[in-house]
């Protein structure tokens, strides 16, 4: 693969006029001040320079961008929300980057309650794209933290997971059709609304999760559901994350894909949020080591859910695989409970540093992951608070680990690699990913080649080759630079 060669790249003020050109002034941003806010992610963990932020408003201004950078070999680095957490959407240092900002492509083109499907421009927020599902009383099941922020575009690039991937599966699984603009210019028509089409190689899959290395996503076809007639939150103390598993293991076998939530936490994240999330209150009356959030979804009525979460507790309480329960009694108690979850990441910034691992390991072995990843890091750092929360239906934890109270920040986050060895070592020995739903980026981008078959990276590579051979699209990220 050919590198965005810097001898090659024009001047900056070259690459701004020829992009003013082809966008007007008000879809190019060149002044520092204007290009700050897409310099750096939300963590402030990688911060990057641009020669320009480019804002498209169609799929054909984002060809001709491409087109521009093809010949230029300039590199390209897509960007949709911005939330993404391992520096995918984050230029280099070299400043020799256009970041394309798919912002300003924000339409909902289409919605069919019928064909359960709905079509939106790339950047369409997905907080609002749930919402245009509602108002046709359907279901996009996408549910994450950045929601209010994120883009369609970065969660299928991210190929994005999430709360519901339980009984809906992760953003690959929503996808029916993409429109891409390819690195040399070209557009991708591939918008289809067929649940059936087995005309040759699914291209669509190779677009998700590419973490924009391979194109840009320009609009997607996705699939709705009908919206639950009923839903029913519950927030349960426990006191390992074993029984969080065998209360896991009921409510799915009572609800099957009615089981639409299940979420762990440990204790400290809770005091963490309650210190720090205005507004948030303990579900509960005694504190529990672990908690978790368990969401049961009816077809049928609001009863139904209700009885299928009564049957499972009580059975539960009974069988002693659970302490204490607080029921929602409203929407609004309901949304207090996911509040508390969705919190979970943002609070621990006001605990100082936090080293994060987002791994799976399969199901039933959680509860053996978090025993003996804990054990790990306070064998490390005496002290050192371990915050693991998330998706245990999915096997998908969420490891972060906050820095000792009395600990200097930076003494702690010195320490991220040889942690991150420490328990994605104990992942791999349990067949487990180090990576379950944020992406590689440019984080782990270097651990890919000692985890990943090499078989399966020598493809990615002649992929990136074929469909990439400049080497523009978004270098460095996943993948090395050659
Ligand atoms: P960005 O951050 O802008 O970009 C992410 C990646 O996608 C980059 O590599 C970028 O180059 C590429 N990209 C963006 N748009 C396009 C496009 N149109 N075409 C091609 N490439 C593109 N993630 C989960 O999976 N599950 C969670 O539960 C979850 N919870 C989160 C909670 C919080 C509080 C935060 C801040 C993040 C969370 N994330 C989660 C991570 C993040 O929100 C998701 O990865 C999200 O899908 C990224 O969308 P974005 O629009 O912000 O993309
Ligand atoms: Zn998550």
């Given amino acids: 693969m050919q590198p965005a060669d810097a001898q090659t790249s024009p001047n900056p003020n070259a690459t701004i006029s020829s992009l003013t050109e082809l966008l007007g002034a008000s879809g190019v941003l060149a002044d520092p001040a204007d290009k700050a806010p897409y310099l750096r992610e939300w963590r402030d963990l990688f911060i990057g320079e641009a020669v320009a932020v480019a804002r498209p408003s169609n799929a054909q201004e984002v060809c001709s961008i491409l087109r521009y950078a093809h010949e230029t070999g300039t590199p390209i680095v897509p960007q949709g929300g911005n939330t993404g957490l391992v520096g995918g959407q984050t230029p280099d240092a070299s400043g020799r980057a256009i970041i394309l900002s798919l912002a300003r492509m924000n339409a909902i083109r289409e919605i069919d309650p019928t064909g359960n499907t709905i079509t939106v421009d790339a950047g369409a927020v997905l907080e609002r794209v749930q919402n245009a599902a509602a108002e046709v009383e359907r279901l996009y099941p996408l549910a994450l933290g950045a929601q209010g922020s994120c883009t369609i575009g970065g969660n299928i690039a991210t190929n994005a997971g999430g709360t519901g991937v339980l009984a809906y599966g992760n953003t690959r699984d929503l996808v029916l059709g993409l429109e891409v603009a390819l690195p040399d210019g070209r557009l991708w028509k591939g918008l289809s609304s067929l649940r059936k089409d087995n005309t040759g190689y699914d291209l669509k899959n190779l677009f998700i999760g590419s973490e924009g290395t391979l194109g840009i996503v320009t609009a997607?076809?996705?699939?709705?559901?009908?919206?639950?007639?009923?839903?029913?939150?519950?927030?349960?103390?426990?006191?390992?994350?074993?029984?969080?598993?065998?209360?896991?293991?009921?409510?799915?076998?009572?609800?099957?894909?009615?089981?639409?939530?299940?979420?762990?936490?440990?204790?400290?994240?809770?005091?963490?949020?309650?210190?720090?999330?205005?507004?948030?209150?303990?579900?509960?009356?005694?504190?529990?080591?672990?908690?978790?959030?368990?969401?049961?979804?009816?077809?049928?009525?609001?009863?139904?859910?209700?009885?299928?979460?009564?049957?499972?507790?009580?059975?539960?309480?009974?069988?002693?695989?659970?302490?204490?329960?607080?029921?929602?009694?409203?929407?609004?108690?309901?949304?207090?409970?996911?509040?508390?979850?969705?919190?979970?990441?943002?609070?621990?910034?006001?605990?100082?540093?936090?080293?994060?691992?987002?791994?799976?390991?399969?199901?039933?072995?959680?509860?053996?992951?978090?025993?003996?990843?804990?054990?790990?890091?306070?064998?490390?750092?005496?002290?050192?608070?371990?915050?693991?929360?998330?998706?245990?239906?999915?096997?998908?934890?969420?490891?972060?680990?906050?820095?000792?109270?009395?600990?200097?920040?930076?003494?702690?986050?010195?320490?991220?690699?040889?942690?991150?060895?420490?328990?994605?070592?104990?992942?791999?020995?349990?067949?487990?990913?180090?990576?379950?739903?944020?992406?590689?980026?440019?984080?782990?981008?270097?651990?890919?080649?000692?985890?990943?078959?090499?078989?399966?990276?020598?493809?990615?590579?002649?992929?990136?080759?074929?469909?990439?051979?400049?080497?523009?699209?978004?270098?460095?990220?996943?993948?090395?630079?050659?």
């Fill in 220 to 482: 997607a076809t996705l699939k709705l559901f009908p919206r639950p007639k009923g839903m029913l939150t519950a927030f349960l103390g426990l006191e390992s994350p074993q029984q969080a598993l065998a209360v896991f293991s009921r409510l799915q076998g009572l609800a099957g894909s009615g089981l639409t939530g299940f979420e762990i936490m440990p204790l400290e994240g809770l005091a963490f949020v309650l210190r720090h999330q205005p507004g948030a209150r303990d579900p509960l009356e005694t504190q529990y080591p672990w908690y978790v959030l368990a969401e049961i979804s009816s077809g049928r009525s609001e009863e139904d859910a209700q009885a299928l979460m009564m049957d499972g507790l009580e059975a539960a309480l009974d069988a002693g695989e659970i302490v204490d329960a607080a029921i929602a009694q409203s929407l609004e108690q309901s949304n207090e409970f996911w509040a508390i979850r969705h919190g979970m990441s943002e609070v621990q910034k006001a605990e100082g540093a936090s080293i994060k691992h987002d791994v799976s390991v399969p199901v039933a072995k959680v509860p053996a992951f978090l025993d003996e990843a804990i054990a790990a890091v306070l064998d490390m750092v005496p002290g050192c608070r371990p915050v693991p929360f998330g998706h245990l239906g999915d096997g998908n934890i969420h490891f972060n680990v906050s820095q000792p109270v009395e600990m200097e920040r930076q003494a702690f986050l010195d320490l991220w690699e040889p942690m991150n060895d420490r328990v994605h070592a104990i992942v791999t020995a349990m067949d487990g990913s180090i990576s379950a739903e944020h992406g590689i980026g440019q984080l782990k981008r270097d651990l890919l080649p000692g985890v990943k078959d090499p078989v399966a990276l020598a493809l990615m590579q002649t992929l990136k080759q074929a469909i990439d051979p400049k080497g523009i699209m978004n270098p460095g990220k996943v993948l090395a630079l050659p």
